[in-house]
C-alpha cells in the first residue's frame, strides 16, 4: 500500500512517521509513505497556496490550482476509475464523513492513499467535488489544519494491513471492531462495511476447538485487561479472571464490555450487532443499576 500526504508543512510528519507500527510497517516493506510538499506546485515567489473567498468573509481558502496539479503529478487514476484501481484521494475536512473503524477497514483494503490536509479557513470548494472521491473529518470538532487528521487516518489504517501489527487476531478483539463472530455462537456475522478481502484472516472464523476465553468487541468498546501483580495496592484482579474457567471469563468480559459501552458510549449499542445472550446481560446490567 502506498498513502500520500499533501501538506503545507511536511516536516510536521516526522515524528508520527518515525515511531511504532507505521515505522515497523515501512522497514518491512508493507507500506510505503510520502509526503508531498503543496507548495512545490505554486508559481509565485511566494509560494502562494491560499486566497481570500469570493464573496467575501474572513480567514483563507486554500486554493485549487496546487493541489490539482499535486494530486495530479502523482499519477493516481482519474476520480472516475479509483474504485476500480483501488486507490482514493481523501480531503481531510470538519465537513467530511465521520472517520470510523469500518472506513478504516475499507481503507486498508486500497492499494493507494492519497490524503489532502486542508488547512486555515477551509479549502476551494472545486477540491473536494471535482478531485478528492471522498471528505473524511475524524471526529466533531475543529483543527487547525488536516495533518492530525491524515496522522490518525494513516495509523488507524497501517495497522489493519495484514502483518503490520504482530498478532493480527488482537486487531479484532479491540473496540469498535465489528467484522467477527459475535460472542462465540455458530453464526459468522460480516459487518456490510468492512467485509474482509479473500484470504483476509477475518473470513472462515470458527470456533476454535481449544478453550477461548476471549471475545471479539462486536462494535462495543473493549472488554477490562488486568495484568500482574494479581493484588496492587489494595486493587485485585476480578476472581473470575484467575478461575481458569473459559466460558466464565468469556461472559464476564462480554458483560464488561456491554456495561462499559452503555456507560461511556451508549449510542454504540443501537449499532452493534447484539445476540439474545448480550441483551440478557443488558439486562442483568439495568436490573443491577436499579438494586
Known amino acids: 500500500m502506498q498513502i500520500d500526504f499533501i501538506t503545507i508543512f511536511p516536516d510536521f510528519f516526522r515524528g508520527p512517521l518515525d515511531y511504532g507500527i507505521i515505522r515497523r510497517a515501512r522497514e518491512a516493506g508493507l507500506v510505503k509513505i510520502e509526503v508531498r510538499d503543496l507548495r512545490v506546485h505554486t508559481r509565485d515567489r511566494h509560494r502562494t497556496v491560499d486566497d481570500r473567498p469570493f464573496g467575501g468573509g474572513e480567514g483563507m481558502v486554500l486554493k485549487p490550482e496546487p493541489l490539482f496539479e499535486c494530486v495530479e503529478s502523482l ?3 482519474p476520480r472516475e476509475e479509483r474504485a476500480a484501481a483501488r486507490q482514493s484521494v481523501v480531503l481531510l475536512s470538519a465537513q467530511g464523513l465521520r472517520f470510523d473503524q469500518a472506513l478504516a477497514a475499507e481503507l486498508a483494503e486500497l492499494d493507494r492513499l492519497v490524503l489532502i490536509c486542508g488547512r486555515y479557513e477551509g479549502v476551494d470548494e472545486r477540491v473536494g467535488t471535482h478531485l478528492a472521491d471522498r471528505e473524511i473529518s475524524i471526529g466533531d470538532y475543529v483543527l487547525s489544519g488536516g495533518e492530525l487528521g491524515a496522522a490518525v487516518i494513516a495509523d488507524t489504517v497501517v495497522r489493519l494491513i495484514p502483518g503490520a501489527v504482530g498478532n493480527e487476531a488482537s486487531t479484532r478483539q479491540e473496540s469498535f471492531f465489528a467484522g467477527q463472530e459475535i460472542n462465540g455462537s455458530d453464526s459468522k456475522v460480516e459487518d456490510a462495511h468492512s467485509a474482509p478481502s479473500q484470504g483476509s484472516v ?3 472464523r470458527l470456533r476454535p476447538s481449544t478453550p477461548d476465553s476471549t471475545c471479539g468487541s462486536g462494535g462495543l468498546l473493549d472488554y477490562p485487561h488486568y495484568t500482574r501483580p494479581a493484588e496492587f495496592r489494595g486493587m485485585k484482579v476480578p476472581e473470575v479472571l484467575v478461575n481458569g474457567n473459559h466460558e466464565e471469563i468469556r461472559r464476564w468480559r462480554r458483560r464488561s464490555a456491554l456495561e462499559k459501552t452503555l456507560r461511556n458510549r451508549p449510542d454504540l449499542l443501537d449499532q ?8 440478557d446481560l443488558l439486562a442483568e446490567i439495568a436490573a443491577s443499576a436499579e438494586q
Not at 452493534?272 to 441483551?279: F, G, I, P, T
Request: proline share 0%.
Open 75 to 77: 499519477k493516481v487514476a
Open 202 to 204: 477475518a473470513q472462515g
Open 272 to 279: 452493534a450487532r447484539l445476540s439474545e445472550e448480550d441483551r
